[in-house]
């Protein structure tokens, strides 16, 4: 059964940068659409970003222009570059994999942003 492992989270200042890895163990071409989600203590998941099996990346609203998503398919990585950092993107971060109405997800990573 398919995998996903997300890394890359951590403790960053407000304004600045970081980048979300996703690997997963079988080729991303298996799923129709990968994605970010966040989910922040008390709230909903939440959609951060998708693309699809044919590089098309749709964005939440807030995130828009701040944050990038984009895949290596000859490696099996989805990757997250988040910029310009808010104390309010602070939440656990999961990778996403849909195939034929099926949810994949990763453990999630923390990211937190301090004032």
């Known amino acids: 059964q398919v995998q996903l492992v997300e890394s890359g989270g951590g403790l960053v200042q407000a304004g600045g940068s970081l980048r979300l890895s996703c690997a997963a163990s079988?080729?991303?071409?298996?799923?129709?659409?990968m994605g970010w989600y966040r989910q922040a203590p008390g709230k909903q998941r939440e959609l951060v970003a998708t693309i699809t099996s044919g590089g098309s990346p749709n964005y939440a609203d807030p995130v828009k222009g701040r944050f990038t998503i984009s895949r290596d398919a000859n490696r099996n990585m989805l990757y997250l570059q988040m910029n310009s950092l808010k104390p309010e993107d602070t939440a656990v971060y999961y990778c996403n994999g849909y195939r034929f109405g099926s949810d994949y997800w990763g453990q999630g990573t923390q990211v937190t942003v301090s004032s």
């Open positions: 079988r080729s991303i071409f298996n799923f129709n659409a």
